[in-house]
């Protein structure tokens, strides 16, 4: 009876570790500012470029003089390159989140991995003109093999503090309700700038975050400050 209990605990904490981002066990990654005594917030987004809600995302960035992060898919980026120059020229970050994103990226032997990765970054470079130091694993899970697969970068690696689990979402007022519910000083907020309400629930999110005094900062600034903490 103890053993199953043990066992059961050590699964408890495997599934944990691997699939919380911000558990750190693996992988030490940002995930925004616990104490922060300033109204700032980072914004990203993961899975484009994509041809229309990409363009209508930066769109609504722009109305708002907003610079964001923009975790890209390598094999996505060839067939939309004019989308993602326009991230770059709207002055967004870009991070790297794979070549293919596919669900078994946490399945993948660190070899496998680091090819992965490494293809996304050459893509990234050979549009953008530089390689991004941020990147995110697909679906945010972290394990021991993509630890042994990063040695071979000098990544930031970035998670989240406010998911809105805005892929499963019915529409763009469950989005944003869910993202203002989870803000607080220091949040890093993960959207998807391939699902359609993401336009609509920015604005939502935007519009609330101004109102309530609070400042959008990229994440470059934000990392910074928790430096000076
Ligand atoms: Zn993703």
Redesign the pocket.
């Known amino acids: 009876m103890v053993y199953i209990f043990i066992i059961l605990l050590v699964l408890v904490f495997l599934v944990w570790s691997a699939a919380d981002i911000a558990s750190g066990v693996y992988v030490k990654t940002f995930c925004g500012i616990k104490e922060c005594d300033e109204k700032v917030v980072s914004l990203t987004f993961?899975?484009g470029p994509e041809p229309v809600t990409t363009e209508k995302v930066l769109e609504v960035l722009k109305k708002y003089d907003v610079k964001a992060t923009f975790?890209c898919i390598g094999k996505k980026i060839e067939p939309n390159c004019e989308v993602f120059k326009h991230i770059i020229t709207f002055g967004h970050t870009l991070g790297n989140?794979s070549f293919h994103?596919n669900d078994n990226f946490s399945l993948l032997l660190p070899s496998r991995m680091r090819d992965e990765i490494g293809r996304c970054q050459t893509e990234i470079k050979k549009y953008a003109g530089y390689e991004p130091r941020f990147f995110r694993p697909?679906?945010g899970v972290t394990n021991p093999m993509l630890a042994i697969a990063l040695r071979s970068f000098r990544f930031d690696i970035i998670g989240w503090n406010v998911r809105p689990f805005d892929t499963s979402a019915k529409n763009a007022e469950e989005v944003s309700r869910r993202v203002i519910s989870k803000i607080r000083p220091g949040s890093v907020v993960l959207l998807?700038d391939r699902m359609p309400h993401t336009p609509e629930a920015l604005e939502t999110i935007l519009d609330w975050l101004y109102a309530n005094g609070y400042r959008v900062v990229p994440l470059e600034e934000m990392m910074s400050r928790q430096r000076k903490n």
């Open positions: 993961d899975d975790f989140h994103h697909p679906l998807h």
